[in-house]
Nanobody
């Protein structure tokens, strides 16, 4: 199983970014996917998740600003991040639990700063 995340970068407060994560080695359409983040000195936290039937859930801190989606034809999960705040600065990780294993992408840095 491999997860390849991309799309991070430096953005000003109030700006937007869209993260992508391409999965391989799994039957993507049956997998529940998630995005986590870890800020310096803090524990990794769940940001958003999307099930195989496209049900979604979000951390309270990102509700109304972030949108998780998936494209099963491309084996890709996305995280659209709008109205970014400095507290969104973190390394963002793609995650999938599959066949009893827990798999992580390499992480992509998101920095929100003026």
């Amino acid at each position: 199983v491999q997860l390849q995340a991309s799309g991070g970068g430096l953005v000003q407060p109030g700006g937007s970014l869209k993260l992508s994560c391409v999965a391989s080695g799994i039957i993507f359409r049956v997998a529940s996917m998630a995005w986590y983040r870890q800020a310096p000195g803090k524990q990794r936290e769940l940001v958003a998740s999307i099930g195989s039937r496209f049900g979604t859930s979000y951390a309270d801190s990102v509700k109304g600003r972030f949108t998780i989606s998936r494209d099963n034809a491309k084996n890709t999960v996305y995280l659209q991040m709008n109205s970014l705040k400095s507290e969104d600065t973190a390394v963002y990780y793609c995650n999938v639990g599959y066949n009893g294993g827990d798999y992580w992408g390499q992480g992509t840095q998101v920095t929100v700063s003026s």
